[in-house]
T-cell receptor, first 112, second 113 residues
Framework: EAQVTQNPRYLITVTGKKLTVTCSQN?????MSWYRQDPGLGLRQIYY???????DKGDVPEGYKVSRKEKRNFPLILESPSPNQTSLYFC???????????FGPGTRLTVL | DAKTTQPTSMDCAEGRAANLPCNHS???????VYWYRQIHSQGPQYIIH???NNETNEMASLIITEDRKSSTLILPHATLRDTAVYYC??????????????FGQGTILTVHP
C-alpha cells in the first residue's frame, strides 16, 4: 500500500530535550516536506526536499533541522525543543510527474 | 500563488449533493485549482484538481467557471464520513513554489443524518 508513515504519532517531551520525528514514504517520490498545523494558522511548511541531499527552508524553519540521506526518509529534528513548537506535524511527499501530494497521519507533539 | 476565499462552514443532509464554492479571482493562467480535505486531525487528503475544464473522479466533481475566477467542488451523495474541512488551493505545480501547498482556513462541511 502506498503510504507516508510518521513516528511517533504522539510525543510529550520537555524543553531542551532533542528529538527526531521520522518520516518515510514507499512511493519513490522525489519531493518531501514537513508542515506544522496550529489552530487559526492553518498548515505551514517548515522544510522541503527536492531530492536526496537537497533540502531548503519553508515558511517557518526556525528551530528545526532536516536531512535527506535516502530518498524514502526525511526526518525532522528538533535540537532544543521549546513550548512554541507544540503542534501537529505532517510529512508529505509527491512525485515530480504527478500532482497529488500524499500526507502522513500526523505527529502530535507537546513540549512542556 | 493566488489567494482563495471559501465559506467558513456549510451543512449538508446525508445522501444529498454537497456543493462547496471557492473564489480565486486573482488566479493566473498556469495555476491549477486543487481540493484537499482533512478529517478530524488526520493528514490532508487529495480530492481532485483541474486547470480549465471540469473534472470528475470517484470522489467528486470539480466545476471551474469559464473565467476561472471561481470553482465548485461537488460531492454527489454526501455521507457522514464526508464531514471534514475542505481546502481549495490554487497552485502552480511547476512554479518556484513547487510542492508547497498554501492552506487557508477552508470550509467546515458537516453532513447530518
Amino acid at each position: 500500500e502506498a503510504q507516508v508513515t510518521q513516528n511517533p504519532r504522539y510525543l510529550i517531551t520537555v524543553t531542551g530535550k532533542k528529538l527526531t520525528v521520522t518520516c518515510s514514504q514507499n512511493m519513490n517520490h522525489e519531493y518531501m516536506s514537513w508542515y506544522r498545523q496550529d489552530p487559526g494558522l492553518g498548515l505551514r511548511q517548515i522544510y522541503y526536499s527536492m531530492n536526496v541531499e537537497v533540502t531548503d527552508k519553508g515558511d517557518v524553519p526556525e528551530g528545526y533541522k532536516v536531512s535527506r540521506k535516502e530518498k524514502r526518509n526525511f526526518p525532522l529534528i528538533l535540537e532544543s525543543p521549546s513550548p512554541n513548537q507544540t503542534s501537529l506535524y505532517f510529512c508529505a511527499s509527491r512525485a515530480f510527474s504527478y500532482n497529488e501530494q500524499f500526507f502522513g497521519p500526523g505527529t502530535r507533539l507537546t513540549v512542556l | 500563488d493566488a489567494k482563495t476565499t471559501q465559506p467558513t462552514s456549510m451543512d449538508c443532509a446525508e445522501g444529498r449533493a454537497a456543493n462547496l464554492p471557492c473564489n480565486h479571482s486573482t488566479i493566473s493562467g498556469n495555476e491549477y485549482v486543487y481540493w484537499y480535505r482533512q478529517i478530524h486531525s488526520q493528514g490532508p487528503q487529495y480530492i481532485i484538481h483541474g486547470l480549465k475544464n471540469n473534472e470528475t473522479n470517484e470522489m467528486a466533481s470539480l466545476i471551474i467557471t469559464e473565467d476561472r475566477k471561481s470553482s465548485t467542488l461537488i460531492l454527489p451523495h454526501a455521507t457522514l464520513r464526508d464531514t471534514a474541512v475542505y481546502y481549495c488551493i490554487v497552485f502552480n505545480a511547476g512554479g518556484t513554489s513547487y510542492g508547497k501547498l498554501t492552506f487557508g482556513q477552508g470550509t467546515i462541511l458537516t453532513v447530518h443524518p
